[in-house]
């Protein structure tokens, strides 16, 4: 396994990994074989008895990766009633009153994602039995890479400084706390006209970096079909300049990760795409994965970016460019380099290379257009995005949330100077709402469009007001399929069905006739979703499904895309478009397959 990168290995997955939750190491061996499959010899049915036990029969629960099976067991325990709600923090708040009322009452939700969402609601909960002045840092200090507590003024000023120092220079979030009763009080240290600030250049060890360059350019030389590939680190590093330069001078065939999207220009003549292992881009992996030598700027891996550790790249034919430091094969490293620095100082040196390149023209096939809609026919996602693409241009952005719209929007060709960005590490749904309303704010002369599920939307739906205040002029697409589409294709269930709301009233609702907004609603509506009974677990009885369809199509969306770039293109624009449940991009069938199997991997024994 050391010479494998983003494979599958349960002996050497973190535990604490954002996106990878802590194995169960308990040593299974230990259970009888005679117990092991039986539903009622599971953990998950304990608990479930247990919290009846106790007189818990409401469960309060959102579904994410990670508790999908576990929400199973707790569906099939006939003394629970397992209660979806729209995001984590009401979750627990919703347990917090149940267990005034009845003693005890419990909540359920994902993998950290879900787990510090709802820290609030249990901060809240277990308030009258501590000591609140250091909670907030403690929790701050496991997410943040430096904490200032400002309690009084003599060391006020440097507290701050050195705290803004460390966000600018580590690109991370970075934590302070001012006492309520300090920011009124004057104090010498503070000036009228402030000393101006700025931060010392960060520099690169000279001999690390010539080493490094000569270890790369022996490594790289001999190569005969080198590519080379974007991470998200590329930005932190302030290197993206510098990897494009690379690119140009050396003539490798490039191409990026997923969460680079936008930091590698998509126009350049040698982008061969995203690279994402079986869901990359058409033709892409095929040509990084058979490569002789890969360079990768600031990749990070992990069960997304890997898609369940699926990855066929061989760590022995690897370049690690991290912002600094730098991994050739198996080793050597080399510390104390800058990204950039090592990117210009190897444009210098590398032979002029293009067979990778040259080998992905001879392959591609140019991709192949949606099937054409009949006149009047119910709109499909793939539509959709057809239509999406027609509108991007260089003063436009694109804001994708986690879900489907991760697969569709990674297919999407960004002209020169269009942006893009997506939460890939973390994967918090209803992300999106929030960051549209940032990225437009700080960015006034793009045009954000933003595509986001209808379970995400639930989550966070009420900045919308915020946007409107803010005179933004920002398009939603609302994707409304009638439930958490990932987790469908992760590991089905009942808990994956929300309670469906009219969207587009919602936001006219939002709206009340003050500022500039207009919304509209097109596509198959789907008014209600009925699962089955509990007894199997991954059974749906299709038979029980009910739709009732309001038959609308691609005519209506053109005429509403027309509406948002014209007549209303001073408006915050919201379309909501109503899809079949099962319209997903295949992307996202293989990605659930690949993340349902390395979630039930076996547990380690120990």
């Known amino acids: ?175 302070i706390s001012i006492g309520c009763n300090l920011p009124a009080v004057p104090h010498p240290t503070f000036t009228q006209d402030p000393i101006p600030f700025s931060l010392p250049p960060k520099m690169s060890n000279q001999m690390g970096l010539e080493a490094a360059v000569e270890a790369t350019v022996e490594f790289l030389n001999k190569a005969v079909k080198p590519v080379m590939v974007g991470g998200p680190k590329l930005r932190v590093a302030k290197a993206c300049e510098a990897f494009t330069e690379l690119a140009n001078a050396s003539g490798y065939a490039l191409a990026v990760m997923p969460s680079a999207k936008g930091q590698v220009p998509e126009h350049h003549p040698r982008f061969i795409g995203t690279y994402w292992g079986v869901v990359s881009t058409a033709f892409c992996a095929e040509i990084v994965e058979s490569a002789d030598a890969y360079l990768f700027a600031g990749p990070i891996f992990n069960e997304c970016s890997s898609v369940g550790y699926s990855l066929l790249l061989n760590k022995k034919k690897a370049i690690m460019v991290h912002p600094d430091r730098v991994v050739v094969g198996n080793g050597p490293a080399f510390g104390c380099i800058l990204m950039k620095d090592f990117f210009r100082a190897l444009s210098k040196r590398l032979k002029r290379n293009t067979t990778a390149y040259e080998n992905y023209h001879r392959i591609y096939v140019p991709d192949g257009l949606p099937l054409k809609s009949e006149p009047k026919e119910a709109l499909r996602v793939n539509i959709l995005f057809k239509h999406i693409q027609n509108m991007l241009s260089g003063d436009m952005a694109v804001i994708a949330e986690t879900g489907d719209s991760w697969f569709c929007c990674q297919k999407l060709k960004l002209p020169q100077g269009c942006g893009y960005e997506f939460q890939m590490q973390y994967g918090s749904i209803g992300w999106s709402v929030g960051a549209t309303l940032g990225y437009a704010q700080a960015v006034p002369d793009k045009r954000v469009i933003a595509c986001i599920g209808d379970g995400s939307f639930q989550m966070t739906a009420q900045d919308v007001s915020t946007m409107l205040r803010c005179e933004q002029k920002s398009i939603i697409f609302l994707i409304n399929n009638g439930g958490y589409s990932t987790e469908v294709e992760i590991h089905d269930g009942p808990y994956n069905v929300i309670k469906n709301w009219n969207y587009a009233g919602l936001v006219d609702a939002i709206h009340n006739g003050q500022g500039k907004c207009w919304t509209t609603k097109v596509g198959v509506n789907v008014l209600m979703v009925k699962y089955s009974g509990k007894p199997d677990h991954d059974a749906i009885d299709h038979s029980l499904i009910n739709l009732v369809l309001q038959v609308r199509c691609e005519e209506e969306l053109m005429d509403a895309i027309e509406t948002t770039m014209g007549a209303k293109k001073d408006c915050l624009c919201f379309i909501e478009v109503i899809v079949h449940k099962d319209d997903t991009s295949k992307e996202l069938l293989e990605f659930g397959s690949r993340v349902s199997a390395a979630n039930s991997r076996q547990p380690n024994a120990q």
């Open 1 to 175: 396994m050391e010479n494998k990168i983003g494979t599958f290995d349960t002996s050497k997955l973190p535990s604490n990994g954002v996106a990878c939750p802590p194995d169960n190491e308990a040593a299974q061996n230990s259970v009888p074989p005679s117990m092991i499959g039986s539903s009622d010899s599971t953990l998950g049915s304990h608990l479930a008895r247990r919290l009846v036990q106790v007189g818990v029969t409401d469960v309060f629960s959102v579904p994410g990766d990670f508790n999908l099976t576990l929400l199973d067991y707790l569906v099939a325990e006939p003394g629970l009633n397992l209660i979806g709600c729209c995001n984590e923090l009401n979750a627990g708040y919703a347990a917090d009153g149940y267990a005034r009322s009845r003693g005890v009452g419990a909540c359920v939700v994902t993998f950290t994602v879900g787990g510090l969402s709802v820290l609030n609601a249990i901060a809240g909960a277990y308030s009258e039995k501590c000591t609140r002045y250091f909670q907030e840092l403690r929790c701050f200090q496991t997410v943040t890479c430096y904490q200032a507590v400002v309690d009084n003024l003599e060391e006020a000023h440097e507290l701050i400084d050195t705290a803004i120092s460390t966000a600018l220079r580590e690109s991370k979030p970075v934590y």
